[in-house]
């Protein structure tokens, strides 16, 4: 999927903003009857020329970002939203 190398600078900003937000969401998966929390957080995603520049364990390239993406929904994780945490951390509710 090359959408990101496809989006304006103004757009790419703003889905970036938005994955930062995201990043404090959680993703969750079942294992077997239980389930559990994997917290993410992306410091910096850049564009793949940007990232070839700088060796720096808090930046990724997008098309690094977006490989993790597909590797953690073809691998049955999904993002959680802040109602769904609050659910499963006070009221036992079960992550899907």
Do not use: P, W
Not at 61 to 86: C, I, P, R, V, W
């Amino acid at each position: 999927m090359d959408f990101l190398r496809a989006l304006s600078h103004k757009k790419l900003l703003i889905l970036l903003s938005f994955l930062f937000i995201l990043s404090f969401s959680a993703l969750a998966v079942r294992n077997n009857a239980k389930s559990y929390v994997v917290v993410l957080c992306y410091h910096h995603i850049v564009s793949d020329e940007e990232a070839a520049k700088v060796k720096n364990g808090a930046i990724i390239s997008a098309s690094e970002f977006e490989e993790q993406m597909k590797y953690l929904h073809d691998n049955g994780y999904y993002a959680a939203t802040l109602s769904d945490m609050e659910g499963f951390l006070y009221s036992k509710k079960r992550l899907y």
